[in-house]
């Protein structure tokens, strides 16, 4: 299983919740629909499971029918998610993207769309994520990024439109957005070592062991805090913890040097440390 099939397993595995964001997230799959000459959809999936829960998402949002067809290519197998027109078939055609309706929508919206054309490298090999969309759904889909505050760049392919993202900050927020916070600490640890590594490529073995040793314990910093977070849990901490688990949040990136010049006072480095590892002590208790 590839990567980003990984990330969309991820994005699927949150329930939707309201009426309003299901509708969000099925108008966002079909922007990576085709049409076809007999007014039907067709959206394409490389996995079977991505597939079927996206029909049942559509399924529940607009009214017609959803089926999956198999196709083999050579010796690959695809998932057609294939709907006859309807509702869905005026969304699609009418050029823009829904109204929104409470503050998750737009997240669900560009949830639909990775979803259904979206894909992204693994951020220890290169930072690129992309969308491949028709001519039609490019400026929908480039419109409600801009006003997400996350503009992409385009490109003309064979066939079709790539919109994509090469900078690692911008992939970050974008999985930030719509809720892949798994895959967004991917790149922010991948990041942390890129970094290191570049800045301290000609140290001794010996350096680069304390740096090693620094990305693992930032690492272990972050998923504590990433925890305690996710389990609701940040503000049943003390001040201090929680200015500090904030703060961790708040920079991912900085040192263990420049996280602590950040606290109110300013802390040691001895200090912080120490409160990592009172964070990393809470965490394994959940």
Same mark, same amino acid.
């Given at each position: 299983m590839s990567y980003a099939s990984d990330v969309k397993d991820e994005l699927l595995e949150q329930p939707i919740k309201s009426a309003c964001c299901r509708r969000q997230c099925a108008a966002g799959l079909l922007l990576g629909a085709f049409e076809k000459e007999s007014g039907r959809l067709s959206i394409r999936f490389s996995a079977q499971d991505t597939a079927l829960k996206c029909r049942d998402i559509l399924a529940r949002a607009f009214r017609g029918s959803a089926e999956i067809r198999e196709k083999r290519y050579g010796k690959n197998l695809f998932w057609d998610l294939v709907t006859d027109g309807g509702e869905a078939l005026q969304i699609y055609r009418s050029g823009e993207a829904p109204r929104v309706s409470c503050p998750n929508c737009r997240m669900n919206y560009l949830? +639909? %769309?990775?979803? %259904?054309? +979206?894909t992204v490298n693994r951020p220890d090999q290169s930072s690129h994520l992309e969308f491949r969309v028709s001519e039609q759904a490019a400026p929908v889909l480039e419109k409600a990024l801009d006003e997400s505050g996350l503009p992409i760049s385009r490109?003309?392919?064979e066939g079709h439109i790539g919109l994509y993202y090469k900078s690692n900050q911008k992939i970050q927020d974008f999985l930030g957005l719509v809720g892949a916070s798994r895959a967004e600490f991917d790149h922010i640890n991948a990041k942390i070592v890129r970094s290191l590594i570049r800045e301290d490529h000609q140290t001794t073995n010996f350096e680069f062991a304390n740096i090693r040793k620094s990305v693992i314990a930032a690492q272990a910093s972050l998923r504590a805090v990433e925890r305690i977070r996710q389990a609701g849990l940040i503000g049943s901490l003390g001040a201090d913890l929680r200015q500090t688990a904030e703060l961790r949040l708040a920079h991912p990136d900085a040192t263990l040097k420049e996280l602590a010049a950040q606290?109110?006072?300013p802390l040691s480095v001895s200090g912080l440390s120490h409160r990592l590892k009172s964070l990393r002590e809470f965490a394994e208790k959940l």
């Open positions: 949830k +639909g %769309a990775f979803l %259904a054309c +979206g490109i003309q392919r606290h109110c006072p």
